[in-house]
């Protein structure tokens, strides 16, 4: 059963939303009537389609709700609700890569078939980013979902998006993505960065360095031994 999310702040068009989805056997999670609310409930709940109200009465709009979307949960479709066909609704739906929209007032014929054609697309990027995510895998290594070190380009990566990093910082990811959730001792760690030993708190102040620049404690420090860089995937 598909799960769906409902952003809307208008009583009696969610009710009527709900009603045709749950009649044909679509999975309503929750009904969300505020923008800053919908920020932070949705990533927690992870839908398969948030229908969102562009305009709603918030200090944060739906347009503004979609555009984090985007980034916290790009495999989440959303889909614009608006009582308005026109150039600026469409330049939403195109910044905020939303599935597309609804115009008011709803119609059950009209629901449904925008949401066949959704979930048809969604069926689609998911088999292509499995493939996309087969290859990469094949020459990186995943930290988390969205976090992987490429071992050829020598890169980080979040979201498919190139993290700027220093040689040095990319030095010790390399060096500890060649043996993910093992530790490295800080001997070697060194030797890769500088080539040559040094003292534990030179090695210590760059990898504080490189966590504040991925802004993810991904790395431990063992005790006695060295570090290692935890793989959730």
């Excluded at 749950?22 to 398969?48: C, M, S, T, Y």
């Excluded at 003292?199 to 290692?228: H, P």
């Amino acid at each position: 059963m598909h799960k769906i999310v409902i952003v809307e702040d208008e009583l009696i068009a969610a009710e009527y939303l709900k009603q045709v989805l749950q009649n044909n056997h679509f999975e309503v999670l929750a009904v969300i009537d505020k923008g800053e609310r919908a920020l932070r409930r949705i990533p927690k709940l992870n839908p398969d389609i948030v229908l969102m109200d562009i305009m709603l009465k918030d200090h944060i709009s739906g347009s503004e709700v979609a555009l984090s979307l985007k980034h916290t949960a790009p495999d989440i479709a959303v889909i614009f609700l608006t009582a308005y066909s026109d150039d600026e609704m469409i330049d939403y739906a195109v910044e905020s890569n939303s599935y597309g929209y609804m115009i008011k007032p709803y119609d059950e014929t009209n629901i449904l078939t925008t949401l066949k054609i959704t979930l048809a697309r969604l069926k689609e990027n998911k088999q292509e980013n499995t493939v996309q995510m087969t290859q990469k895998k094949r020459s990186s290594v995943y930290i988390t979902k969205y976090l992987y070190f490429d071992m050829e380009k020598k890169r980080l990566f979040q979201h498919n998006k190139e993290l700027p990093l220093g040689s040095k910082s990319l030095a010790i990811l390399e060096t500890l993505c060649k043996q993910p959730n093992v530790t490295v001792s800080s001997e070697q760690l060194s030797l890769a960065v500088w080539d040559e030993p040094k003292e534990n708190r030179m090695l210590r102040t760059q990898i504080s360095r490189l966590k504040k620049e991925i802004d993810a404690d991904i790395i431990q420090n063992v005790k006695g031994l060295g570090y290692k860089i935890v793989c959730e995937v």
